[in-house]
Every structure is written in structure tokens, then in C-alpha cells.
């Protein structure tokens, strides 16, 4: 029977319906896909993603433990490392200290100097004049200044040259007979045992005094007996002048034998000679006998005048006492002559800054100030002005804080102390034509310019001086193989501070500066 075209639509479908998905090698669920298996039923047991191989098992690092290291480290190979490596450490460490004493021994260095009391103390000459101001009644003067010795103490002075204890009419030959001025021997005495107390030596002042030494033997043994006298005192010394009699080979060697009876190490008697003459008289000996003979030579750096030195010759006496120092005595330094006011805090910043001990003395602006505190008045509270004074307060505060600045940076810096000596030519840029000279003071119209420089290993310490009134700049040129750098220690106005170069530094008239120099980028 024949079938419309309705009924074989749907024969059709639900044959199709019947049908499985892989029917054949061509049917639709036989379809292979890429990377796929087409046979029969490999469409159905195919993973549908493709798994990743897995990664290889990494071995992780683990230290050892101490069973395998200590097999480890006992090997043969370890052993010899460990050798070498000590063997290598000796030998660098004794290459270094090779080297180091290599370098010790070929680097140039200070050689210290025991130096004895005399030649570190800072000697103050006193004289009666000024004890008479500081009197009030009676003994009252000695009192108050016995009052003042640990002042004069705190100031770094070291030693008092007791000056007009005996009359130069009078010979010291009768030990009671002291000069009246000073009062009688058992204030004297008191004098001497306080000043002991307060750490300040006592040397007393024979000079142009006659001892009466000059004839007998009678004579001399009383002088020993004399020397005896006051060196049971506590006396540290005597002063006698290169004019005296005193002033003989024989006469020393007679003192020196007394002397060994009361000195120590600590505790050394000395003799100071007090040079009046250009050239000191030579002792009938040998300048080596003679150096022991004298302890302390002690130099004016002005020469004696009865008129205020004019800046010129104040320079060429300066210039003359530095190139003509000797080597061989001790020296102590003083101003002795007359210079103006202005010049006097120059001449004191010299001093504390020459080889030797300086002595300064009470008339000096340091003495002044201290006039003011010796000078209390009487027990009932009065005060007595100084006749010579400083114009105001504050130059009195200044020349006092100048002195107590340079005796501060002399007993703590071994430059001052030990240093060598370098006197140094000088050039200015001031007055460019006639001030750049080749050497200090070259002629009448040179600047007085002076300048010398202390060193002690790599210290150095300059010192410049402008004596005249004019301004000066120093010239660039002026000393190349110095630092160029430097700090200041302190100037005669007390009012330059910190660090400075020697290319700008300018000196004003009549100063003096103390400049402690360093390589550039130290401050050592």
C-alpha cells in the first residue's frame, strides 16, 4: 500500500531517533577529533583534557647533620685547607707588624727632654715697690700678699723672684738684716713658707748686692753660711747679676757644693744670672763646666733706655735676640726696657712663646691687674686705688685673660714647651713695591713684620708679630711648605676665635697671634 509523503516524513524521524551516535565508521558519533583514536567507541573512553606530565622530583638541600660533618671536616682535604689558611693568617699578621715597625723606626720623631722645674715654671719678678703699695699699717703688705699667693698660683705662675730683700747698701752677709720694706725676718719667713704651701718656688735676688766674696776664706764661709740659712728656708734659688762678684768659676763651684746638700731630684736649688751686658762674661772654664755652673740666664729682649723704643727699634731688638739665641744655657725671658702701652701685650706674647722660662714682671699689664687685687686696703675694709691703672675695666679683664690664655697653652702644649726653634722670613702684600722683601726687616723701610714658628713632630704652632701701626696682609707666596690652615690660640686683642687661612689673615697694628696650624681637612 502506498504511503503519503506525510507518513514516510515521520518513519524517518523515528528512525533517526533509533539510531546510535556511532553507527558505522562514517556516522556522526564516529567522527574522530583531532588527537583522538576514530575507532570504534574511542570517542567515548578519551579523556576530554589532556593531562600535563608531572615534574621530575627535585633532590631539596639540607645541611649536614653533625654526624656527617664532623666526617666531613676530618678529611684530607679540609685538613689542608684549614693549614693554609692559619699558615696565611701568621703570615699577614707578621708582615703588618713588619711594617709597622719599619715604619716607626724610619719616621722621624721628638725626642723628649726631661725638663726640670725651673725650666717649666713661669717665673714672676716681685719687687718691694709693689709690696709697699699693698701695705696699709705695718705688716699689713705681707699679710695680703701671702693672701694672694695661691691667685698668682692659679694663673700658672710657678716661681717668685723676690727682688729688695736685702739693701744694695746692706750685705746679706747678717741674715737678719732685711730690707725694711719687705719687713723683718720672721715676716719673711711666713713670706717663704706660704708661698711654699701655695706650690710657688722662692728665688731670692743677690744681684748688685756685695757679698763680699771677692778676698778671704773667712769670707766665703760665711757667705755658704748664709746660702745655708736661707735654703733651710725652703729657697729654691739665688739671682745674681753677670756684674756681680759672685759671677766666678770659682764662687759658683763654692755654691754648688752647698747646693748638693739640700737638693733633690724633685727638688733642685738653682743659680740665675741676670744678663746686663750685651754678651755675658765668660767664666775662666770650659762652656760645658759652665753650664752647670749657671741654671737660668735670664735676657732682656729691649735693651735699657730712658725713652719709650719707637716700633723700629722695638722690631730690631726682637729680630736681634731671636737669631742670636744660644742653645747651650737655659734661657729666661723679660722685656727690661721701655716700650708704649700698645706694645706691651706684643712683648708679652712673645715671651710666653720664646724657648725658655719667661719672667714677667709686676709692672707689666699682667702686674697691674694684679695690682688691683693685691692693693685690698687696710683691715677696716678700705680699698686703695692703684695709682697706674688701665683705662677701663675691660682692658684689665683683657690683659688678664691674655695672660692666663698663654700660660694655659704653654704648660699643655709640648710645642711650646720642647719645640723647636724656626725663625721665618717674612712678606707682606701691604705696599706691594717696598713691603715684599726677602727677609724680615731687610731694611730701614721694611714692614716690622716678624713671624717664627714652634714645632714639635707634626705641631706647629706660628707666631706672628706686627710691630708697627700700619695694617698687613699676609702674601700667599709668603711661606709655601706651611699648612695653609690653621685654629687661633690667641691674639692680643682676645678677639679672634676659630679657624683662619694664612691666604686672607690680615694683622692689625701692633698685634700678636698665635695660630696653631694644620693640614687642610685635620683638625689635629
Known sequence: MAQTGEEAAEEADATTDRMPLNVGDTGYGSVPGPGLSGSVGASET???????????????????????LEV????????????????????????????????????PRPVVTPLKWWQKSLFYQLQPDLVMEAQAEGSGGINVLCEQLPYLRSLGIGALILEGVFDKDMSPLDVTATSESLGSLPQIQHLLTESNKAGLKVVLDFCEVDLDVAGNEPSSAVVQHTLRFWLEQGVAGFAICDTDAAYSEKTLLEWRGVFREFSSQEEERIVVVKQTRDVPRPLNNSSQINKTLVDVVMRSILPSSHHLLSAQEVADAIETNLQTREDDIWPSWTVGG??????????????????????????????????????VGSSHGETNEPS?????????????????????????????????????????????????????????????????????????????????????????????????????????????????????????????????????????
Open 46 to 68: 578519551a579523556p576530554l583534557l589532556i593531562p600535563e606530565p608531572e615534574p621530575e622530583p627535585v633532590q631539596q638541600w639540607q645541611p649536614l647533620t653533625k654526624e656527617e
Open 72 to 107: 666531613a671536616a676530618g678529611g684530607l682535604g679540609w685538613r689542608r685547607v684549614r693549614c693554609y689558611l692559619v699558615v696565611l693568617f701568621w703570615l699577614s699578621w707578621v708582615a703588618m707588624l713588619a711594617t709597622s715597625v719599619a715604619i716607626i723606626a724610619v719616621s
Open 338 to 375: 721701655k716700650a708704649s702701652h700698645d706694645l706691651k701685650k706684643l712683648l708679652l706674647v712673645l715671651m710666653m712663646t720664646l724657648p725658655g722660662s719667661p719672667a714677667v714682671q709686676h709692672d707689666e699689664d699682667i702686674g697691674q691687674t694684679q695690682n688691683v687685687s693685691l692693693n
Open 388 to 524: 697706674d691703672t688701665h683705662p677701663d675695666k675691660k682692658a684689665k679683664r683683657s690683659s688678664l685673660a691674655l695672660f692666663t690664655s698663654l700660660s694655659r697653652s704653654r704648660a699643655t702644649e709640648e710645642a711650646l714647651l720642647y719645640g723647636s726653634f724656626t725663625f721665618l722670613p717674612f712678606n707682606t702684600s701691604a705696599n706691594s713695591s717696598s713691603s715684599s722683601s726677602n727677609s724680615t726687616l731687610a731694611s730701614p723701610s721694611s714692614p716690622t713684620i716678624l713671624a717664627f714658628l714652634r714645632s714639635w713632630g707634626c705641631v706647629h704652632f706660628l707666631i706672628l708679630l706686627n710691630v708697627g701701626p700700619e695694617l698687613h696682609a699676609l702674601d700667599p707666596a709668603w711661606a709655601p711648605s706651611l699648612p695653609e690652615a690653621g685654629v687661633f690660640v690667641t691674639s692680643t686683642g682676645m678677639d679672634r676665635l676659630g679657624s683662619t687661612s694664612l691666604y686672607t689673615l690680615e694683622l692689625r697694628p701692633h698685634e700678636a697671634i698665635v695660630i696653631k696650624l694644620f693640614e687642610a681637612g685635620s683638625y689635629s
